[in-house]
C-alpha cells in the first residue's frame, strides 16, 4: 500500500524499527498525549511534578561550561518564566528564536535563580505558527496531540508519524478491514478496529486525559484486547494440536516406583508428589509432553525432574537434561550420579559440555548415539554439537528463561521416531494467571512449598561504612564451620557493562553520579522512548565525568583475602575463568575448601551448596528484584539459620530504595516478582528476547493483565465452539488473522 510521506528510503529508516506494513504504522501507538486544548500556566505548576507547558521563547544560548556545552533556554508566559537546560547540548545551537511557541515536557524544578523553575533536559517540540501549513497546525494546536516515540531521528519523529498516520486514518477511512467478531465487540462493549485506530492516535475532544496517559480508553482496550486474543488463541490452538500430535506413553508399574524410591534420598513435600503426578500423567498419556514446572529456589525442582527422567529410563528411553551453564550442568551431573548409585539398574550418565575436549565430547556424543548412554546432562552443546540420541524419551531443560531454544529439540530424535516429552523448570515466580496465559502451549505445574526443615533467611541492608562489622560476622559464621557467598556487580575493573548484569539494568544508574549538583544528580532520565528527538548524544555516551567507585570481585577477592579475611580460604568464581576452573573452585566450595567464595553473578542460578549460610551483596542497589531474590536463594537451603546482608554505596536511586526495602520485607519469590514486575515492565521482567516471548505492539503485561485474562477466555471460547452470532466470514477473517500476527510476531514462540 502506497502510504504518502513513506519513499523508498524512509521505508529502509522503518523497517530497521520493525515497520513493514502500513498496518505496523497504524499500530505504533503514541507513548503519550499532551493536553494542548488547555495548557497548563506556568504559574500553577509545582515543583517536582511532570508536567507540558506551552510558552513562548524569550532567549536561548549555548554556554561553554568547564564540563561540557550546555544549552539554556528561556520560556516566559506573561511574567512568568522557566529555564530549560540541556547537557551535551551543542547541537541545539540556533534552534530556537525569541517569540517562538515552545511545548516543553519534563519534571519541574524549583530554581534558584530569578526564574521560578527549571527543567532539566525536557523534551520538547516548537509549535508551528501562523505561516505553517493548515494541517500540521490541526495535528498540534489546541487539540490532544499525541507524542511517540521516534522512527529514526528528528526526521521520524512525532511530527512526522503525526501526518503520515493522520493521512493514513484519512484514506483507510470506513476501509479498514474489521479483524474481530461483530458479536464479541458487542458483548465485550469495545469499539471497532478502525475506531480504537483513529482515537488512540487522536483522541476526542473531552477523552478523559487520565484514561488517555493510562491507555485505558476504549480505544486503547479495543487494540490491547486484539493482540492479546490473537496471542492467546495461538496458544490456545498449539496446545490442542500437541495433544494431536503423537508422543510415548510411558508405563508406570511396580518396577518403576521401585526404581524410584530406590534412589529417592528424602520424603517428597506435598507439593513435589504433586507436580511428579501431574508430570507423570503426562508422560503415560499418548501425547507428547510440554510442561512447565515452576517452582521458587530451593523448591526442589530437581529432584523432581530426576524422577521423571526415572521413568523414561525405565522404560527404555533416554532421558536429557539441560542446563543453563556449565557449573550448573556439572553440579546436576555429580549429584544425578551420586543419586543413581543406588540403583540396582546403574544406569550410564554422560556429561556433555562445550569445554570437553573434542575426543572426550566425540566418545560422549557416541554412547549418546548408541542408546549406550541412558542419562545426558549438559548444556547448550546438546544441541549445538548436533546430538543424535538412539532413544530420547523426555527432556528437561533448568532455568528456561536462558534460553528460546525448545523448537530445536526436534532436531535431536531420530527421524520416524515418536516425539519426546518435555519438561522446562523454571525459577522465575512468575504470577500464575500471568504464566498460564504467556505460556498457554505449556501446562503448569507450581511447587509452591519449600522443603521442610528450612529456617527463614534473615535479610539485613547495611551500607559500605559498616563494612569491618560485616566481614567480623562473615569470620563467625566460619568460625561455626559456614560458608559465605560475596557477590560483586562486575569482575573487575569499574565498568559495569559485564554481561553479569544484564538483568540489572536500571537506567537510574546510568546518570547516577553525572552532574556533581546531587540535585540534578536526581534527574530521572527519560525512558526509552523519549530521548529520540532530544538529546540523543547525552544518552548515548558513557558520562566522563561519572566516576563510578564500583567495586569488583577481582579487586575484593585480593584485598579480602589479604585484608579483613585473612586465614580463611577465600575463593573467586566468575564468568571469564574457563569452565574447567569454574567447576574447580565450585566443587571445591560444595566441599566446604573454600570458606568465603567471592563471586559475579555466575552463582546466580541454581548453584545447590546447603552448608552456604550467609550472603553478602555488595554494591545491592545494582542488581534487579528477581537477580537478588535468586541470590538469596543460595542460601538457607539446610538447617542452620542464614543470613543475607545487603551492602550499598552511600547513594541509592528510589527505585533501588523500593528493591531493597521489599528483599527486607519478603521472602516470598511471587511476591517479589509481583512487585519487580511493576517497577520493571514485562520486557526487562521476562528478558523478553532472551526467553522467546512474544514482543508487543500495544499490550503490556504489566498493566494488562485483565484484558490478558480477558483474552484468553475469550479465545478459548473461539476455538472451542462456533457461536451462531459469528458468521463463516468473520470466522474465516479471525484465523487469517491469526495466522499472519502469529507469524509475523510470534514466530518465536514456536514450541512444538
Ligand atoms: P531448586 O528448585 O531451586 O532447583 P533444588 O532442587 O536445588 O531446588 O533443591 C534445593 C535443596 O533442597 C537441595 O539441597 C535438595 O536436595 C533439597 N530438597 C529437595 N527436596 C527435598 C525434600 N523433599 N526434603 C528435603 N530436602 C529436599
Ligand atoms: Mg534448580
Redesign the pocket.
Known sequence: MYVRGVGPRVAEMLRAKGIETAEDLLYHLPFRYEDRQNPRSLDELKAGETASVIAEVRGAALLRTRRGPLFEMTLGQGRCVMKCIWFHAAYLEGKFHAGQSVAVYGKVEPSRSSSHFKMIQPQFEILPDESADAETRLLEVGRITPVYESLGGSRLASRWQRKVIFNLLETLRGAAPECLPQAMLERLDLPDRETALREAHFPREGTPFAELQAAATPAHRRLIFEELFFLELGLELKRRRMKERAGIAFATNEKVREAIREVL?????AA?KRALGEIVADMRAPAPMRRLLQ?????????VALQAMLVAMENGYQAALMAPTEILATQHFLAARKLLERSSRKPRIVLLTGSLDEDRKRWNRGLINRGEAQLVIGTHALIEEKVEFDRLGLVVVDEQHRFGVLQRFKLMKKPGQAEPDVLV?T?TPIPRTLALSLYGDLDLSV?DEL???RTPIVTRRVTDERADEVWEFVRKQVRLRRQAYVVYPVIEGTKDDQPELDFSRDPENELENAFEDPARAKTKPKSKGESAELFPRARQEANPWAKSGLKSAVEMHEKLRTGPLAGLRVGLLHGRLDADEKEVIMRRFQRGEIDVLVATTVIEV?V?V?NATVMVVEHAERFGLAQLHQLR?RVG?GAAKSFCILMTGARVSPLGEERLNAMVRTQDGFELAELDLALRGPGEFFGTRQAGLPEFRVANLARDRQLLELAKQEAARFATRPEPAVSEAERARVWARLKEAWQRRYGLVEAG
Request: net charge neutral; aromatic share 4%; glycine share 24%.
Open positions: 534420598p528424602f520424603h517428597p513435600t513435589q517452582g521458587d529456589v530451593g523448591s526442589g525442582k530437581t529432584i523448570m525459577a511447587l522443603p521442610p526443615g541454581g545447590d546447603p536463594g537451603r
